[in-house]
């Protein structure tokens, strides 16, 4: 019991910071990304575009992840998954 109350403590300390920005970061990003992080935030317009390229990037793996972990589409008869789901 003590161990997984430290573990959420540990938790809370490390994570928690990091969920909101200060009021000196706040005042210093666009208004898009205000308390999100810190730091400066995007300065240009190329940093926008890299934050959507790479938000598309995530989507579409995420997205592929999930229909190949549903219907994975492997029907050979020699796959090795079928070693697993033969009873014999």
Same mark, same amino acid.
């Given at each position: 019991?003590? &161990?997984?109350?430290? /573990?959420?403590?540990? /938790?809370?300390?490390?994570? @928690? ?10 005042? =210093? =990003?666009?208004?898009? /990304? ?10 240009? &317009?190329?940093?926008? +575009?890299? +934050? ?15 229909? /190949?972990?549903?219907?994975? @589409?492997?029907? &050979?008869?020699?796959?090795?998954? &079928? ?6």
């Amino acid at each position: 019991m003590k &161990n997984t109350l430290s /573990f959420r403590y540990f /938790f809370l300390f490390i994570f @928690g910071g990091i969920a909101q920005a200060c009021e000196v970061c706040q005042s =210093q =990003q666009p208004k898009l /990304f205000q308390g999100l992080t810190h730091g400066t935030g995007p300065e240009g &317009n190329a940093d926008f +575009i890299i +934050i959507v390229v790479a938000a598309i990037i995530v989507l579409f793996t995420l997205v592929l992840s999930i229909k /190949f972990l549903v219907r994975p @589409g492997e029907k &050979n008869p020699d796959h090795i998954k &079928n070693i697993i789901i033969d009873e014999n």
